[in-house]
C-alpha cells in the first residue's frame, strides 16, 4: 500500500508562487501517472496537472503557462510550481497516483492553497 503526502500548500497573495510537494512512500516509478487535483468548496474535484512514467505533462487550460509539474525520482517526490497565483486557484490540492492498467487509484490527504486578492 503506497502512501502520498502533500506538503507545501499556504496562504499567499493573488500573483505570488507556492510549490506543493506529494511524498510517495514507494517508488514513484511504479504509477503509470501521477498528478495533482483540485477541489474548491462547493464544487467538483478537477484534474490540475498530470505526468506519465515517461514523462509526459498535461495540464487544464487555466493553469497552462502558471503552473508545472515536475518529478523527482530519487526522492519518489512529485511536485507542482505555482506561479501568478489567482483567488480562483483557492482550493485543497491532492496528489494522485495510478497504477499501470488503472488497477490502483492512490490519493493524498490534501493540502490548502488560499490566494488572497
Known amino acids: 500500500q503506497v502512501q502520498l503526502v502533500e506538503s507545501g500548500g499556504g496562504l499567499v497573495l493573488a500573483g505570488g508562487s507556492l510549490r506543493l510537494s506529494c511524498a510517495a512512500s514507494?517508488?514513484?516509478?511504479?504509477?503509470?501517472?501521477m498528478g495533482w487535483y483540485r477541489q474548491a468548496p462547493g464544487k467538483q474535484r478537477e484534474l490540475v496537472a498530470t505526468i506519465t512514467r515517461g514523462g509526459t505533462t498535461n495540464y487544464t487550460d487555466s493553469v497552462k503557462g502558471r503552473f508545472t509539474i515536475s518529478r523527482n525520482t530519487a526522492k519518489n517526490t512529485v511536485y507542482l510550481q505555482m506561479s501568478n497565483l489567482k483567488p480562483e486557484d483557492t482550493a485543497a490540492y491532492y496528489c494522485n497516483g495510478i497504477t499501470p492498467g488503472g488497477f490502483y487509484n492512490y490519493w493524498g490527504q490534501g493540502t490548502q492553497v488560499t490566494v488572497s486578492s
Open positions: 514507494g517508488s514513484i516509478g511504479s504509477f503509470a501517472s
